[in-house]
């Protein structure tokens, strides 16, 4: 069974944004793939088991839970590593860059 998850916008981190103008170098979700999305607050990693291309929704189990200083956690809010979840392309981000604290 999938969790229902309430993703965050993807807002300026959209995949779909982001490749709005370049789609030939986009690439679909396929299984073994490793996606990001928001929730709240949080950067999720998705490993994905299966793509649907009809409805443009990744199914797959989280993989990690990241806060904004790359700190991993085993659950958050109603998600845990190991959920098997659905995200939809829409709500795919690109990974945010974290500082080092060298720079």
Do not use: C
Not at 22 to 42: C, F, I, N, T
Request: aromatic share 4%.
């Amino acid at each position: 069974m999938h969790k229902h998850i309430d993703w965050d916008a993807p807002g300026n981190a959209s995949v779909t944004r982001h490749y709005a103008s370049d789609k030939q170098h986009e690439v679909q979700p396929h299984p073994g793939m490793m996606l990001s999305a928001r929730y709240q607050g949080m950067v999720v990693r998705v490993e994905v088991e299966a793509y649907r291309e009809d409805d443009a929704l990744s199914i797959g189990k989280v993989a990690a839970l990241i806060d904004t200083q790359g700190k991993r956690h085993q659950s958050h809010g109603d998600v845990s590593v190991g959920d098997f979840v659905r995200l939809p392309d829409d709500k795919r981000a690109l990974e945010p860059t974290i500082e080092d604290e060298e720079d």
